[in-house]
């Protein structure tokens, strides 16, 4: 993650924060277009690191907007229970029916957005998290990338 922060520090970024070891990035910039800094992170990804990583970017603003929403709130947990969001490169349709919940009832999804999708895993009534994003890669058509709603939080505290 050290070199990670640098690199994005000798890209120009400013206030470069890594977390949690998960490639996770926090950093300010004047560049206004998503898209080009998309591309402009992964060309420096693959310059730097020699892999093809694909990006998804989120701003200060849609982190806090969507720990304001709290998509989790009201759902009764167990300490096993897992809390997740899936972020969306591009909005994504499914044949899914939503809130889907699966067979075992170990893995439901409680919304998606054109950003996001909330999810929740009960390893103690069937597969458990390996199963749970497996539907989501066959039933989601995008580039995608998966948080604990605990790292979701981090990531936004960070930002501020």
């Known amino acids: 993650m050290d070199a990670l922060r640098k690199a994005f520090e000798d890209w120009g970024y400013e206030n470069v924060k890594t977390l949690l070891a998960s490639g996770n990035v926090v950093f300010?910039?004047?560049?206004?277009?998503p898209k080009s800094l998309r591309a402009?992170?992964?060309?420096?990804?693959?310059?730097?690191?020699?892999?093809?990583i694909r990006v998804i970017l989120r701003s200060e603003k849609e982190m806090r907007a969507l720990v304001k929403t709290?998509?989790?709130k009201?759902?009764?947990?167990?300490?096993?229970?897992?809390l997740y969001i899936t972020f969306l490169s591009t909005p994504s349709k499914s044949k899914l029916k939503i809130?889907?919940?699966?067979?075992?009832?170990d893995f439901k999804i409680l919304e998606v957005t054109?950003?996001?999708?909330?999810?929740?895993?009960?390893p103690s009534l069937g597969n458990g998290t390996v199963?749970?994003?497996?539907?989501?890669?066959?039933?989601?058509?995008?580039i995608m990338t998966t948080r604990n709603w605990n790292?979701?939080?981090?990531?936004?505290?960070?930002?501020?």
């Open 99 to 105: 809130p889907y919940k699966s067979p075992q009832g």
């Open 114 to 122: 054109k950003g996001h999708i909330s999810s929740v895993v009960d």
């Open 70 to 72: 709290n998509p989790f």
């Open 131 to 142: 199963a749970a994003m497996s539907i989501l890669e066959k039933g989601f058509e995008s």
């Open 28 to 33: 300010e910039t004047q560049e206004a277009d």
């Open 151 to 160: 790292t979701v939080l981090k990531v936004a505290k960070a930002m501020e």
């Open 40 to 52: 402009e992170i992964e060309a420096g990804i693959k310059r730097v690191f020699g892999m093809e």
């Open 74 to 82: 009201g759902i009764k947990t167990k300490s096993d229970t897992q």
